[in-house]
C-alpha cells in the first residue's frame, strides 16, 4: 500500500491490493496528514474484513455503469448532446479511473470539484460534469434496480453565477448587421435576426424543423425533448421573424432543417465561428451567441414587457432566471419612486400645514 500523486494533480491517491486485485484510490484530499489517516483507516477495514462489505451492485465498476448508459441513453442523443456527454466521461474516468467500483466512489466523490478546479475548469462546466454522473446514478438505482446510492446528491455542488446581462446596444446593432450583410456566410443574416427576434438557443435553431415552424399561426412549437427544461415552447412569430421564415422556405432542405448552408445542416461550431468573424467586422468584443437571448429579453423588458411573460418567451420554469432582466425597465422604476416621492411629499406638505396652523 501506498500514497502516490499524479503529475497533473495535487490529490493524493491510494494504491494497494484487495480481493486479489489492485485498487487506485483518489484520498480527495491535497493534505498529507489527512491522506495518512484515510489510508490507514482502509488498512484497517482490511485487516478486519470490513472494507466494501457491500452488496454486489457496489462492487459494479463505473466503466459498467457507463457503458449501459451510453447504450441504453447516449446512443438516441442528438450529436451536441452526444458529444458533449463522451466529453464529460473522458474527465469522470481521468479522476476516478474506469475501474474505480460504485462502492469506490462514493468515497472519493468528493474531491472531484477539486481535482477539475485545479485544471481552470469553471463551476458551471463542473455541475454539468456532475449532473451527467449523478442521472447515471439514478438511472442505475431506478430503471436497472441497482441497490446503490447516489453519491452526487451527497455533495455540496460549486456554486454557479450566471447573473451575467449583455446585449446589443442600438449603435452594436447596427453596426453587427452592417458586417452581416457583407458575410461570406449569406445563411448568418437570417440566422442571426431570427435568434434576437425569438431568443432561442443556439442548439434550438440549428435543430429548428419545418415541422416546428406554422407560417399559418405565425408561431414555432419546440417540443420538450429540445429544450433545456424539457417543457414545451410556443414562440409568437414577429413580423421580421415571419418574413425570414417566409424567404427561406423558398429554399427547403432535404433533411427538413430550416437555417443550412447549401443543403449541409448548421452545428453549433460552424455557427459561432462565422458569428465571431461578423463581431470582430463590427468591431464588437465581450459577446457571445447565447448574448443575442439577452438582446431579445432586454429590449423586451426596455419596451415596458412584463418579467412572467418574458420568462414564458425565454421557456424559463420559473422567474428566478428573468429577474437578472428586472432593471432594464427603468420607466417603471421611475414611476415607482415618483409614487413614493408623492407619498413622502405629502405626508410633509401636511405636516407644514399642522405646524402654521
Known amino acids: 500500500m501506498g500514497l502516490y500523486r499524479r503529475p ?75 458529444k458533449r456527454e463522451k466529453s464529460i466521461v473522458k474527465h469522470l474516468y481521468a479522476y476516478f479511473g474506469e475501474t474505480c467500483t460504485l462502492g469506490e466512489i462514493e468515497l472519493s466523490i468528493g474531491g472531484y ?3 477539475r478546479k485545479t485544471k481552470g475548469i469553471s463551476p458551471a462546466t463542473i455541475v454539468k460534469e456532475l449532473g451527467l454522473l449523478r442521472s447515471m446514478f439514478n438511472i442505475a438505482r431506478k ?32 453596426d453587427l448587421f452592417d458586417a452581416l450583410e457583407v458575410s461570406e456566410d449569406k445563411w448568418l443574416y437570417s440566422f442571426i435576426t431570427m435568434a434576437i427576434e425569438t431568443g ?38 414577429t413580423d421580421k421573424a415571419f418574413q425570414i421564415l417566409k424567404e427561406l422556405q423558398k429554399t427547403p432542405c432535404l433533411s427538413g432543417c430550416v437555417f443550412h448552408d447549401d443543403g449541409t445542416r448548421l452545428y453549433d461550431r460552424k455557427v459561432q465561428r462565422s458569428f465571431k468573424n461578423a463581431l470582430e467586422k463590427a468591431g464588437i468584443s465581450n459577446f457571445h451567441f447565447h448574448d ?30 428573468t429577474k437578472r432582466y428586472a432593471h432594464l425597465n427603468v420607466d417603471s422604476l421611475r414611476s415607482a419612486m415618483s409614487k413614493l416621492n408623492f407619498t413622502f411629499s405629502s405626508r410633509f406638505d401636511e405636516k407644514r400645514q399642522a405646524e402654521t396652523l
Open 113 to 115: 470539484e477539486l481535482f
Open 200 to 237: 432561442l438557443r443556439l442548439s434550438n435553431l440549428c435543430d429548428l424543423n419545418w415541422s416546428e415552424v406554422n407560417l399559418f399561426s405565425r408561431m414555432i412549437t419546440i417540443n420538450g425533448e429540445s429544450m433545456k427544461n424539457d417543457d414545451y415552447l410556443g414562440m409568437p412569430l
Open 292 to 321: 443575442l437571448r439577452h438582446t431579445f429579453a432586454s429590449y423586451l423588458r426596455q419596451n415596458g414587457v412584463d418579467l412572467h411573460t418574458i420568462s414564458n418567451l425565454l421557456g424559463h420554469k420559473d422567474l428566478r432566471m
Open 8 to 82: 497533473d494533480s495535487e490529490i493524493y491517491w491510494m494504491s494497494f491490493t484487495y480481493n486479489g486485485r489492485i485498487c487506485r484510490k483518489s484520498t480527495g484530499t491535497s493534505d498529507m496528514k489527512l491522506a495518512k489517516k484515510i489510508l490507514s483507516k482502509v488498512q484497517t477495514q482490511i485487516v478486519e474484513g470490513k472494507w466494501f462489505e457491500i452488496d454486489h451492485s457496489k462492487q459494479k465498476t463505473l466503466q459498467e455503469m457507463i457503458k449501459r448508459y451510453e447504450k441504453e441513453y447516449m446512443v438516441h442523443r442528438k450529436y451536441h448532446s452526444l
Open 143 to 174: 430503471q436497472w434496480r441497482w441497490k446503490v446510492a447516489n453519491p452526487v446528491s451527497d455533495i455540496k455542488l460549486p456554486k454557479v453565477r450566471n447573473e451575467r446581462v449583455r446585449y446589443l446596444s442600438e449603435k452594436e446593432r447596427l
